[in-house]
């Protein structure tokens, strides 16, 4: 019944458009003011493109120029996405909602296209639940982090947050780090990291304390990361660990593309994430994979999301034009980049997302032959 009412109130109030363009208008001031100002860095972003569009599994985006270029080829399609992704999530009410603070991670984060489109989903649930008076939602906190080794993203996302935030005026803001986020590299990453401090003891001597960092999540997200079969071997412990430190019925979300290699990387993840024991001495645990109506995603440049898009690209170009950039776009990078720009052009995405859920129980007789299951959680 809710979720019936809140899809109503979406359309009614055309939040997510809304907030689409809104974000689009910032996106286009911050990038003419802030990071094409200057002719030679702007011709240098053009230069990046044929690198974000074919090889951006292959370069490293720690220059500003690299990670400005796959910020205007993809950070709004990537965010629109984003947008439909957790729709459908809060459709089948997959989206935790707490009556605690919610912890969000974003493995891979890029320029943050899925924090803030899970910013605008939490937003819309308290607006939403403000107008209804439900209490429980209307009252939801949630903090987001973010793994990214990239130097060039993490500047972007220092800079861009606070600007559009900043210019964003009574409208609520993306509740994305202003600073750079907790993780540089999920190879490796702590979920419990050691660290420690300098006290005093009874006689004044400094002595060193140890004491570990928890670090829990109710979300976990992994933005177009997994991308080869090598690579999920290589993280392998690392995927185990991100599910066995969610909270209870907190969920682990894989979004990435449709191509041929992605069906055996999927199905590998799914064996690598359900078969494990995540039983400790004090928890039952377990995971399982939600069922998601549809789960192949797409929208189409055609549509009212697309013609942003494409007005957005417009606005680059015409910079493009003034220091004569354009020249310094490759061939290929060039035509598709023109191509976008056209009224006709209707290119149609598609990506996948598959959800996976954690829950866990005390180990007491009074649960101890109990099915983990969805039902027996809520």
């Given amino acids: 019944m809710t979720t019936r009412i809140y ?7 055309d939040f997510n458009f809304k907030r689409f363009n809104l974000l689009a208008d910032l996106l286009e001031k911050f990038l003419l003011q802030y990071r094409l100002d200057n002719d030679e860095f702007t011709r240098s972003v ?4 044929e690198d974000v569009l074919s090889n951006c599994d292959e370069i490293d985006y720690q220059d500003d120029e690299t990670a400005t270029a796959y910020g205007i080829l993809h950070f709004l399609n990537r965010y629109h996405r984003f947008q ?3 729709l459908k999530l809060l459709e089948h009410r997959f989206l935790p909602t707490r009556n605690y603070k919610m912890d969000i991670l974003d493995v891979g984060t890029g320029p943050g296209p899925a924090l803030f489109a899970i910013s605008d989903a939490y937003i819309s649930l308290k607006l939403f639940a403000e107008e209804l008076n439900i209490k429980r939602l209307k009252n939801l906190e949630f903090r987001c982090d973010y793994v990214e080794r990239s130097i060039g993203f993490r500047n972007w996302l220092h800079h861009l947050t606070e600007y559009v935030n900043y210019y964003s005026e009574k409208e609520p803001d993306w509740q994305v780090p202003y600073h750079h986020g907790t993780f540089n590299d999920f190879s490796g990453i702590q979920f419990n990291e050691l660290s420690g401090f300098w006290d005093t003891n009874w006689d004044g001597d400094y002595i060193y304390k140890n004491h570990i960092i928890k670090h829990r999540f109710n979300v976990v997200i992994f933005s177009n990361f997994l991308t080869k079969i090598d ?5 392998k412990q690392e995927l185990i660990n991100s599910v066995r430190y969610l909270r209870n019925q907190g969920i682990l979300i894989i979004v990435g593309g449709v191509g041929k290699q992605y069906p055996k990387i999927y199905d590998r993840i799914e064996n690598i994430l359900t078969k ?3 039983n400790t001495w004090k928890f039952y645990a377990r995971c399982k994979k939600l069922k998601i109506r549809q789960n192949t995603l797409t929208f189409s440049y055609d549509d009212r999301f697309g013609q942003r898009i494409k007005h957005f690209n417009r606005k680059i170009l015409k910079r493009f034009q003034e220091c004569d950039a354009i020249k310094c776009i490759p061939e290929k ?10 009224n006709e052009y209707a290119y149609k995405n598609r990506w996948n997302m598959h959800v996976y859920e ?4 005390i180990r007491n007789k009074k649960y101890a032959n109990r099915k983990l299951t969805r039902k027996s959680q809520t």
């Fill in 358 to 361: 954690k829950f866990a129980r």
């Fill in 84 to 86: 439909l992704n957790f």
């Fill in 7 to 13: 899809r109503e109130w979406l359309v009614k109030s």
């Fill in 231 to 235: 690579q999920v071997e290589e993280i």
């Fill in 333 to 342: 990078a060039r035509k598709v980049f023109l191509d976008s720009i056209e």
């Fill in 46 to 49: 053009a230069s990046k493109f």
């Fill in 276 to 278: 494990e024991d995540y």
